[in-house]
């Protein structure tokens, strides 16, 4: 069959709106012209989300702890227990100071993940959860990712269904998709041997699914993968949404895709240095394919952090529909090396003038994708709001402190 033609029924599919195969997406992968992967993942995105408005959301991410016994390889944030100078577990204080910040400057959510602490008991959590719902209720908490539950599990004895419902009790109403990296337990087993594995990650995604969570799916690229990888991912993800979705209707709200950051992590100093990471036109093309297959999955969001403004913004002629978040804090990729800083990294000014250089709308959301305002006047200016100097994280808290007294 003549290549060509293929790619053109292929793309006849797509702009009818109908699904395409794992072998189709993996011919499109391989052979399509990149331009016309925009055109035809701007198609799909006009038909899951009409409209020319481009969201955003404006929040925080918190990182409890730093302390982690996965040694993951591309990571260079963690600390290992008993590390004390680098180790740190948040106080309340702290916690109370940066959500305070954070609601100065306009935020709706707190993202918060932390390392896998082994000293941390299952009440730690729950308590963390709790006290900050009941402290600030106005801001909504999206905490946990499927790897950090897996963990909360394994030291608790509890299932995830378990763990999952005392922290909705608590206060919990989402769950980040972090620790995804590559949904393929050959790529797994070599960049990150000691976390969850794929089976795992989804499962704890379809429980929260049932529990009626907010959930966003990831994925990172760019660890030596090949596309059939890559796709595995997808197509795991595309199945997830489907069951996930027929038995409780409810799934992902979104998948947001970057690429792996290598500076000062074990990937850097490996031999295949030169061979890790993607380029910008390679997370373009990730993308495309990704809002083209993932049919079932309304939201795609754009990855400034790690790939740069102005690459983000090329993202939105890709098929992606949100600019991601203000992202008051990073530390983890920050610390691998991308263009971020612990600080209010773009402001809710730069976010509008980005989304409109591109032509379209800004739009605030929130983390349900539920349309806050529409920022329609093009001579529109957000206020100004100045986030206080970032103080040096805490050392580590003794355990006496950390732990919920019993009795």
């Known amino acids: 069959m003549n290549p060509l033609s293929e790619l053109t029924r292929i793309f006849d599919k797509v702009y009818a709106g109908e699904r395409i195969s794992y072998e189709e997406a993996h011919l499109l992968y391989a052979e399509a012209d990149l331009i016309e992967l925009g055109m035809a993942a701007n198609a799909r995105r006009q038909q899951l989300v ?4 481009v969201t955003y959301l404006i929040d925080r991410n918190i990182n409890y702890t730093n302390i982690c016994i996965t040694d993951c390889q591309f990571c260079n944030f963690y600390a290992l227990p008993g590390d004390t100078e680098k180790g740190y577990v948040l106080s309340k204080e702290e916690l109370g100071r940066k959500i305070e910040e954070a609601l100065a400057l306009g935020a709706t959510r707190i993202l918060m993940q932390g390392g896998h ?21 106005q801001i909504e908490i999206n905490a946990f990712s499927p790897s950090e539950i897996e963990h909360i599990s394994n030291i608790s004895g509890k299932s995830w269904e378990e763990v999952l419902s005392a922290l909705k009790e608590a206060g919990l109403r989402g769950l980040p998709g972090g620790g ?3 949904l393929d337990d050959e790529i797994r087993k070599r960049v990150s041997p000691k976390k969850i594995r794929t089976d795992n990650w989804l499962g704890i995604m379809k429980v929260a699914h049932k529990l009626g969570l907010t959930t966003t799916a990831t994925m ?7 596309i059939r990888h890559r796709l595995n991912h997808l197509q795991r993800l595309r199945d997830t949404q489907d069951e996930s979705l027929e038995k409780y209707g ?3 709200n979104a998948f947001i895709a970057w690429t792996v950051q290598i500076e000062n992590t074990p990937l850097g100093r490996s031999r295949f240095r030169d061979e890790y990471g993607a380029t910008a036109a390679e997370y373009l093309r990730h993308t495309a394919i990704s809002r083209i297959f993932l049919d079932n999955i309304p939201h795609i969001s754009a990855s400034w952090p790690t790939q740069g403004i102005k690459v983000a913004q090329t993202a939105l002629h890709f098929g992606c529909d949100d600019f991601g978040s203000t992202m008051i804090e990073e530390n983890v990729v920050s610390s ?3 263009p971020t800083a612990v600080k209010c990294a773009i402001s809710v000014e730069e976010i509008h003038r980005q989304i409109r250089a591109a032509g379209y709308i800004p739009a605030q959301r929130d983390t349900s994708y539920t349309i806050l305002r529409v920022f329609d006047d093009p001579n529109y200016v957000p206020p100004q709001v100045e986030l206080p100097p970032v103080q040096p994280q805490p050392a580590v808290l003794p355990l006496s402190e950390v732990r919920v007294r019993r009795g």
């Open 50 to 53: 009409p409209g020319n408005l």
């Open 336 to 338: 691998a090396g991308a």
């Open 180 to 182: 995804g990296e590559i």
């Open 117 to 137: 602490h082994p000293d941390l008991p299952f009440e730690y959590y729950v308590d963390l959860v709790r006290w900050i719902h009941e402290t600030y209720p």
């Open 250 to 252: 409810n799934g992902f």
């Open 220 to 226: 990172v690229i760019g660890f030596r993968e090949q």
